[in-house]
């Protein structure tokens, strides 16, 4: 999957905990991506972080990820 689709994916999980409080938000969002995509998908979007578009909670979240070592 492309790693634009990903962030599309990434992103559309963020809109979702949006009413959250951002700490909160950011957990979720990490736990969401650790319970539901695929390791491919995690390797991938944890590769592009750098380079695709991700909203700031979302980008929290997988940076988050990353430096926990999550593959």
């Known amino acids: 999957m492309s790693p634009e689709k990903l962030a599309y994916m990434a992103n559309q999980i963020g809109k979702f905990f949006a009413h959250r409080p951002p700490d909160v938000a950011v957990a979720a969002i990490a736990d969401h991506i650790t319970r539901f995509w695929d390791p ?12 695709v578009n991700l909203d700031p909670s979302v980008r929290q979240a997988v940076d988050q990820l990353h ?3 999550q593959k």
């Open 67 to 69: 430096e926990s070592g």
């Open 40 to 51: 491919r998908m995690r390797r991938e979007i944890l590769a592009n972080r750098a380079t």
